[in-house]
Antibody, heavy 118, light 107 residues
Framework: QVQLVESGGGVVQPGRSLRLSCAAS????????MHWVRQAPGRGLEWVAG????????HYADSVKGRFTISRDSSTNTVFLHLNSLRPDDTALYYC???????????WGQGSLVTVSS | DIQLTQSPSFLSASVGDRVTITCRAS??????LAWYQQTPGKAPQVLIY???NLQGGVPTRFSGSGSGTEFTLTISGLQPEDFATYYC?????????FGGGTKVEIK
C-alpha cells in the first residue's frame, strides 16, 4: 500500500536551516510528482512546493521562494524539502503528498512539525 | 494567482442534514478542482477530483458539481464521521491554492 513518512522536523531558531524528508513506498515513485503542503497551528492548508516526476521542474509558493528548495532522490524514493532562513511564521505541520496528475493529491503523509522559535 | 473563496467558513448542522459548501475561483479554472476532508489530528483526504468525480472508497453521500468559477460540495445525509473541515483546491496552475476551509460542526 502507498505510504509516505515524513521526518526531520523539530525546533529551530529563526534564521537557521532544516531538511525535511519524505520516504515513499508502495508505488512507482519515479512516475509521480510530489508536493509539500503546510498547516500552521489552527490554520488552513497552504501549498509550499512541488517537483515533477523526473525532478526537472520545481514550483514554489511566493512565501517560500528563494528560501526553500524541493528535491527528490529516485534511488531512495525520497523527496526532500530544504528550509533555509527560517522565520517564526514558517512554524507549521509539513505534509508530503503525492499528486495524481492534475486531479488531486491522493495520498498524504502524517506530517512533520517544524517550530521556529528563539 | 488563482484565488479560491470558500463559504461559509463555519457551518452548524445536524445528523441527517443536507449540507452544501461553495468554492468560488478567480479567475476560472475549468474543472481542475478537488475537495478534501480533514478531521482533527489527521492528514487531509481527497473526496472529489475534477470537480465532480468521487474518489474511490468515498461514500456516495458526497458529491461535487460546478465548473469555471463556482463549485459546490454537497453532503446528502450528514453522518457523525462527517463533522470535519473541508477544503477546496485548484490544480489548474501554479501556485496551487486552497480555499480557506469550512468547518462543519454538530448543532
Amino acid at each position: 500500500q502507498v505510504q509516505l513518512v515524513e521526518s526531520g522536523g523539530g525546533v529551530v531558531q529563526p534564521g537557521r536551516s532544516l531538511r525535511l524528508s519524505c520516504a515513499a513506498s508502495g508505488f512507482t515513485f519515479s512516475s509521480y510528482a510530489m508536493h509539500w503542503v503546510r498547516q500552521a497551528p489552527g490554520r488552513g492548508l497552504e501549498w509550499v512546493a512541488g517537483i515533477s516526476y523526473n525532478g526537472r521542474n520545481e514550483h514554489y509558493a511566493d512565501s517560500v521562494k528563494g528560501r526553500f528548495t524541493i528535491s527528490r532522490d529516485s534511488s531512495t524514493n525520497t523527496v526532500f524539502l530544504h528550509l533555509n532562513s527560517l522565520r517564526p511564521d514558517d512554524t507549521a505541520l509539513y505534509y508530503c503528498a503525492r499528486a495524481r496528475g492534475i486531479y488531486s493529491f491522493d495520498f498524504w503523509g502524517q506530517g512533520s512539525l517544524v517550530t521556529v522559535s528563539s | 494567482d488563482i484565488q479560491l473563496t470558500q463559504s461559509p467558513s463555519f457551518l452548524s448542522a445536524s445528523v441527517g442534514d443536507r449540507v452544501t459548501i461553495t468554492c468560488r475561483a478567480s479567475p476560472g479554472i475549468g474543472n481542475d478542482l478537488a475537495w478534501y476532508q480533514q478531521t482533527p489530528g489527521k492528514a487531509p483526504q481527497v473526496l472529489i477530483y475534477s470537480a465532480s468525480n468521487l474518489q474511490g472508497g468515498v461514500p456516495t453521500r458526497f458529491s461535487g458539481s460546478g465548473s469555471g468559477t463556482e463549485f459546490t460540495l454537497t453532503i446528502s445525509g450528514l453522518q457523525p464521521e462527517d463533522f470535519a473541515t473541508y477544503y477546496c483546491q485548484q490544480l489548474k496552475s501554479y501556485p496551487i491554492t486552497f480555499g480557506g476551509g469550512t468547518k462543519v460542526e454538530i448543532k
